[in-house]
């Protein structure tokens, strides 16, 4: 019989890949404090011969949970500092070598986020909301779209480079289902936002603000692995209480939400396939 000509081969595959129930996913989380009730929830073991190379501090957790292999990366803390490994450079390497060593169907990132509850261009301006966005604290988003915001390049070309906007592996169902809102992400390296980021969430039209969600969605992207996100708001970037100070008082009880979230996107996709989503 004649071979499929390479493309028409590879959609097959794709669809046989969509159409078969989902086995193994990785969880990326940022922050042990994000993780932990998620290893005891899922009853996890930490992985005591690491898929990671000798040395950094990423830790997996793994084991099975219903019918899925679950893992739950955590990027560990900085070798010299001591805190959370936070940002785009952790999220990629983790994501780049949990992909690599697991070959997941589904990669989840998990984490918290800063929410706008409302933003135009006017409301800094004038103090006032025109353009309701709508996130609360505690509120739970699964992102559709997540681009960065810190990748300024006015160059023709590199500029939509810089920005990196990619979509979210669609999930109608599982938006559907839970009680979650949904709405774009921006990515940047910092907690704070500066005038110029500012700018450029409004220009990616974002609800929610994060710090490795756009790093994560390029390297599943460059390694064709389906990649969602799910973040729970800790801060009110357009409120009026210092960010770090909001974030930090809420962090524990906004953790519980976001793992109950997390509980619950994973009880869904448990027996199913990506195309049920
Ligand atoms: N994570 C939680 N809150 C955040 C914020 N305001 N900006 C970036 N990442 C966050």
Redesign the pocket.
Known sequence: MAKAPPEEESSASKETMDNRSISTVVIITTMRTEALPLVNKFQLKEDLNPVFPMGVPWVRYCGTYKDLNINIIWPGKDTILGVDSVGTISASLVTYASILALQPDLIINA????GFKCFDMYSTLMFSCFQAKGASIADIFLASDVAFHDRRIPIPVFDLYGVGLRQAFPTPNLVKTLNVKVGKLST?D??D?SPKDEASIVSNDATI???EGAAVAYVADLLKVPAIFVKAI??I?DGDKP?GVE?LQNLLAVTAALDQAVTEVVDFINGRCLSEL
């Open positions: 984490g918290t986020a800063g940047g910092s907690l936002t603000k994060d710090m800790t801060d970037v960010t974030f």
